[in-house]
């Protein structure tokens, strides 16, 4: 029994000691879809003033946003900041070279970002929702930020304006393995000072840009989804009749 009990509390500690030793970060689920255009749109609008600064998405054009029910002068009045037409891909001026000089590595084309991102630890949109949600104040870093999910990460907290100043609290654990030891493990983070949105406002800004994200990685995903049910109908259909009409024909056979 007493064994038993050791077991379960190991079980128990380890999603934490993972953490401790480097282990992967628990990831929360994305709460949004693809499918509310509202929510697309206010995504759009943090990607282009947010991400689209370091960030390119060279296999996106600017018109491909009329699908979220924007018009062309929509786009150009609202979303493209340069003197990029509406047809134009999503480029950015920043220079290769001038990008790893600052911070470390080329910041990565985004278009397909969240299919890049997935794992056996959940879909890339869980992956993108858990990161920009995780960032905390860390002086050791060359641009001040750290993050929970990408540790020692060289992007700085590009919405920290929106959220905040936050830092992490560790505590100490005993280590399962060595009871005479102990480990440091993430309890919460801390806020230092507030952002501009409540902590319930920027979740839901930071859901809205990873819907866009997983959008824009496919996005004739909703149509395909859409026309996948009608042929499967069809498919049905089709098996039904061409079952009825096998047993018509062998009956007369018979």
Not at 22 to 29: I, R, V, W
Not at 54 to 67: E, G, K, Q, T
Request: hydrophobic content about 45%.
């Amino acid at each position: 029994m007493k064994f038993l009990q050791k077991f379960i509390a190991i079980l128990a500690l380890l999603p934490a000691l993972a953490l401790a030793e480097g282990g992967e970060f628990p990831l929360d689920a994305q709460p949004k879809g693809t499918t509310d255009l509202s929510s697309l749109q206010n995504g759009a609008k943090l990607f282009v003033n947010y991400c689209l600064n370091c960030h390119s998405a060279s296999s996106m054009r600017y018109n491909r946003l009329r699908d979220l029910g924007l018009s062309a002068d929509q786009i150009q009045s609202n979303l493209i900041f340069t003197g990029a037409k509406v047809g134009a891909l999503m480029t950015i001026s920043m220079q290769s070279q001038d990008a790893k000089a600052w911070f470390g590595a080329v910041p990565p084309d985004l278009s397909v970002i969240a299919r890049a991102k997935a794992s056996h630890a959940g879909s890339g949109g869980d992956y993108l929702y858990t990161y920009l949600r995780s960032f905390y104040q860390d002086p050791s870093r060359p641009t001040g930020w750290n993050n929970m999910v990408f540790p020692n990460v060289g992007m700085p907290h590009a919405l920290w304006e929106l959220q905040g100043i936050r830092t992490r609290k560790m505590i100490d654990e005993k280590d399962p393995h060595d009871e005479s030891k102990v480990v440091q493990v993430f309890d919460k983070f801390e806020q230092v000072t507030p952002g501009k949105l409540s902590p319930l406002e920027y979740d839901n800004a930071v859901a809205d840009l990873v819907s866009y994200l997983v959008w824009m990685a496919e996005p004739a995903q909703n149509t395909r989804r859409q026309l996948g049910v009608w042929v499967l109908l069809f498919l049905g259909l089709f098996s039904v009749l061409a079952w009825r009409l096998n047993a018509s024909y062998w009956k007369e056979i018979k």
